[in-house]
């Protein structure tokens, strides 16, 4: 028997708190029928719908094995194995309130002992479904890359995206993530910073563990610093920012045809005539080969305007091919924003929270205080060097985002299931007019 997917408290804690459940509840108001364990009717629906559809897929699959049918039916299985403990939750309780009509003073007692842990366990099989019910990215499975560029502030931004860039590699080697570095260039400005930050003007790590994307996906946003710069006299306290991109990182040699760059149907595929390159001088800090000769390298795609520049190796051929993967990782990207405006406009007419863009403030590190607060989850936390060591303090910071990663996507589920759900109402109620 499939095993429903695990959900621990603390995720299930974060989607309670963000209001996820509470809007369950409020929408009973709402519907003719009771929901099931708070959900919404129409998440309901299409649990069964896609539990109809695997069971058909698995006869299918029994008398002729079908790759297609095959991996919708391992997809969906997650949702099917809930929807099981849930219905087995359900009929429990039923029992058990049966229970509490008995003549039997003994059973009676047994039954309300029993009856609150199983209204949890079934509020917490509610959370489990709604999180399977949600899509999964589809980068999700895939490395990524982490690109940090100093924001406001100056020099102080420059030294602070240093200090986030061996944040993430020293977090990388505590987790026991394979990463590498794509891209790191020192600003021409070499003050120094505190605890020798070096000024960049930019830095791109590379995950290659597979859903690395997932892992790091929440990372994506300004990270804005507060704390005494080390060129700082009167001890004021300065406020600057790093913008943190986090992109897939396309497969060299990938057989799924949604990830192959050669594949005019994927998101990573660049038409080689739309891209202008060109061949310059490295410049800034880094070596006799700077200045002397043409190792650098600028793509710009010319339908998006994104410019694309490496010189990190003293090859040429290098730094084409780690531009070229860099061009195809944030075109890809965009056209996935570009998908999820397209479905935003569906989900506005419900939900009035957008989802979170780029320039958003995410996460605050104050120094003088000893703080890192994430301003999307709400969590707040001290031991900041520990965060900046990439320690277990960090880990609980990334993990309370995934949590509410987790509860957006859940929100925006509901709301685009209940849009729909409206929109084909209309449409039946239109054809009965018209039929008139």
């Not at 009771?34 to 998440?43: R, Y």
């Not at 949890?120 to 990524?144: I, Q, V, W, Y």
């Not at 149907?265 to 310059?280: G, I, L, N, R």
Request: net charge neutral; proline share 5%; charged share 25%.
């Amino acid at each position: 028997m499939l095993a429903a997917p695990w959900l621990c408290r603390s995720c299930a804690h974060s989607l309670r708190r963000s209001g996820v459940f509470v809007s369950l509840q409020l929408r009973k108001a709402s519907t003719a029928s009771q929901p099931l364990a708070g959900l919404p009717p129409v998440l309901l629906d299409r649990a069964r719908k896609l539990a109809a559809e695997h069971k058909q897929l698995t006869k299918q699959l029994e008398s002729e094995y079908e790759p297609t049918a095959a991996k919708r039916a391992g997809e969906i299985s997650k949702v099917v194995a809930a929807l099981q403990e849930l219905d087995k939750a359900k009929a429990a309780l039923d029992e058990l309130n049966g229970l509490l009509e008995s003549d039997d003073a003994e059973l009676r007692q047994l039954a309300n002992d029993d009856l609150d842990a199983t209204k949890k366990h079934l509020e917490t099989l509610g959370l489990n479904l709604s999180a399977t019910l949600t899509p999964k990215h589809p980068f999700a499975d895939m490395p990524c890359l982490i690109e940090l560029h100093p924001g406001p502030g100056g020099t102080e931004g420059r030294h602070f995206a240093d200090t986030l860039f061996r944040m993430y590699q020293r977090y990388c080697e505590n987790k026991g993530y394979s990463a590498r570095v794509i891209s790191y260039q020192e600003a021409e400005d070499r003050t120094p910073g505190l605890d020798g930050e070096v000024p960049i003007s930019e830095a791109i790590l590379e995950v290659t563990d597979p859903g690395a994307f997932a892992a790091f996906r929440g990372e994506a946003g300004m990270h804005r610093v507060q704390r005494i710069p080390a060129t700082e006299k009167q001890g004021r306290t300065h406020t600057s920012a790093v913008a943190v991109w986090v992109l897939p990182s396309f497969p060299e040699n990938s057989t799924d045809a949604e990830n192959d760059f050669n594949n005019p149907e994927s998101d990573f595929y660049v038409d080689p005539t739309e891209v202008k390159s060109e061949k310059m001088r490295a410049s800034g800090a880094g070596g006799q080969h700077v200045n002397k000769t043409e190792s650098a390298i600028r793509l710009t795609h010319i339908p998006t305007g994104i410019q694309v520049s490496m010189q990190d190796s003293r090859s040429q051929q290098q730094n084409r091919e780690r531009a070229w993967r860099l061009l195809r990782s944030r075109i890809a990207s965009l056209r996935r924003e570009q998908r999820e405006a397209q479905a935003k406009d569906l989900r506005d007419s419900v939900l009035s929270q957008s989802q979170m863009s780029r320039g958003d403030k995410i996460r605050t590190y104050n120094y003088q205080q000893d703080r890192c607060t994430d301003h999307r989850s709400g969590l707040d936390v001290h031991n900041l060097p520990n965060v900046l060591q990439g320690g277990e303090v960090l880990d609980k910071v990334i993990n309370s985002v995934q949590s509410w990663l987790t509860a957006m996507d859940i929100r925006n589920l509901i709301a685009q299931e209940e849009a729909q759900a409206r929109g084909a109402v209309g449409g039946s109620d239109k054809k009965k007019k018209g039929g008139k």
